[in-house]
């Protein structure tokens, strides 16, 4: 049975995690965090056997696919992956680390995705010996409701990396969107701009967060306002893709609300921690 290897078992990576068990795929999921990994399975379960209620006859019985999903702290258990999908923090630094010790304990064919949503590809495929084989795969929240990934192809991605990606995400019924790399891509570089102009406006008191989110969505169509959106992002993972956007850009547009910081100082942190521009 083909492995493929997610680390970081927050919102992302245990979305990405589902959609690749409900694909058929073998999964091994790595993370530091002690009650994260207790409260994983559970979770994944119980997710699981929703969908499966609502797709019967699409889906097997969980009793008889739960051995093709484990959730450990050792990076060793990839080391014959051949793929592994990085879902940490927007931390650079992490990253870096990360990716310089799975690049020593992984299979020399191993392609390595990045889930970032502003890191550089090219950036992150410098801390490897593989450069060819790094790509990023940009699934948006939630995993199993969308069906195209931003992919973005790093100065070195090779033609075959991005045919394996292209055929993986077809298994798990999404759409490539291949585009070229540049910190924040096309989705961010707008819908962060989007965000944190929103969070001004809120700051300023032009208008309450409810009657921004409802402008875009009555005038413009969009299915969820800026703010519903950074809530259902998380407020740190905004405030932290802004900054990775305004060092690389060195421009102030890029400049992060005030607003924003000062949510995560409080621990508003949007849908899951239960407060964020909603209570939840």
Request: contains cysteine; aromatic residues 8%; glycine residues 6%.
């Amino acid at each position: 049975m083909d492995i493929i290897g997610v680390v970081g078992a927050g919102t992302m990576g245990k979305g990405i995690a589902l959609a690749l068990l409900l694909s058929g795929h073998g999964v091994t999921v790595i993370e530091n965090n002690k009650l994260k990994r207790m409260k994983f399975i559970q979770e994944i379960e119980k997710e699981y056997r929703i969908l499966s209620m609502m797709n019967a006859d699409k889906y097997l019985e969980w009793d008889q696919i739960e051995n093709k999903i484990q959730i450990s702290e050792d990076l060793e258990l990839l080391r014959n992956s051949s793929i592994i999908i990085e879902c940490i923090n927007e931390d650079i630094n992490r990253k870096k680390e990360l990716f310089e010790r799975l690049d020593q304990i992984a299979d020399k064919q191993c392609i390595f995705y990045s889930n970032t949503s502003c890191i550089s590809i090219t950036m992150l495929a410098s801390y490897t010996q593989r450069p060819e084989k790094v790509i990023g795969t940009h699934f948006m929240n939630p995993v199993n409701q969308i069906h195209s990934v931003e992919v973005i192809k790093g100065i070195h991605t090779s033609a075959e990396t991005i045919e394996r990606t292209q055929h993986l995400l077809e298994v798990m019924g999404k759409q490539a969107i291949i585009i070229n790399d540049m910190a924040g891509f096309v989705s961010n570089r707008i819908s962060h701009l989007m965000m944190n102009e929103a969070a001004f406006i809120l700051q300023d008191r032009i208008a309450d967060a409810a009657t921004i989110d409802e402008i875009f969505k009555k005038c413009y169509g969009h299915k969820m306002g800026p703010l519903e959106t950074a809530d259902l992002i998380g407020i740190d993972t905004v405030v932290d893709s802004l900054n990775v956007l305004y060092e690389f850009y060195q421009d102030f547009k890029y400049r992060c609300c005030p607003l924003l910081k000062q949510m995560v100082a409080s621990g508003y942190c949007g849908k899951k921690t239960g407060k964020g521009f909603y209570i939840y």
